[in-house]
Structure formats: C-alpha cells, structure tokens
C-alpha cells in the first residue's frame, strides 16, 4: 500500500494525470508486478514439483492468500493502536512533569498557537 501510494504521488507529476488515471496506472503496474512474481514462482516450483492447475484451485489460492494478508493487516493495525494508546498514556504524564506554578501542563497533545509565542 506504501509503494502504491509514492507510485500514484509519481504518475501525479506527469502533465495531465489526474487522481482516477494516477490510481488506474499503478494498480496496472501493481498488478502486472503480481502476476510476473506469481508466474516466475510457479514456473520455479513446477521445475521440482509435479502441480495440478485448475482455475478453482486458482481462485481457492487467491482468497487464502487474501485472508492471510488481511489478517497481517488487521495484526499489524492492533498492534500500532496498542502502542498509540500506551504513547498517549505516558504523554500526559510527561507533560505534567514540566508543568510549573506560572505555565499549567498542556492538555492537548497537538502545541497550541500561544505555546509557541516568543511574548
């Protein structure tokens, strides 16, 4: 999703792209990248190992292959929620820290305008 996103920031600074053909155009190139790794693959394990095609089993592999990577996904996500909610457990606390009599801990964690004031 990362590389797609700097390929589409890419196809964006050609002359006359606009967001549909940036986006049209990396899912082609995303998409032709999938199927030569998938070919190159396949033609590499057929050479050691004697493989029944059949496009159901195709498409068996295709939503396993899904599944599995929406489950990394939805790991991945859960995780870097749980460590964004330990960051903002600890941010209060060390705000507070630095809070003196004249200026009070800052309660948001976004610097307001007046934080940085050089009054």
Avoid: W
């Avoid at 986006?23 to 032709?32: I, K, P, Q, Y």
């Avoid at 507070?96 to 976004?110: E, G, R, V």
């Amino acid at each position: 999703m990362v590389s797609e996103r700097e390929l589409q920031s890419v196809f964006m600074r050609i002359p006359g792209f606009d967001t549909n053909m940036a986006e049209l155009a990396s899912g082609g190139v995303s998409t032709s990248i999938a199927i030569f790794i998938t070919f190159y693959t396949y033609d590499i394990i057929h050479r050691h190992y004697h493989l029944v095609d059949h496009p159901l089993l195709d498409s068996a592999g295709v939503l396993i292959g899904t599944c599995i990577i929406l489950l990394v996904y939805y790991l991945y996500k859960r995780y870097k929620t749980e460590i964004g909610e330990v960051i903002q457990t600890i941010h209060p606390i060390r705000n507070n820290l630095h809070a003196t009599k004249d200026q009070p801990a800052i309660k948001d964690q976004h610097a307001t305008k007046d934080h940085f004031s050089l009054d």
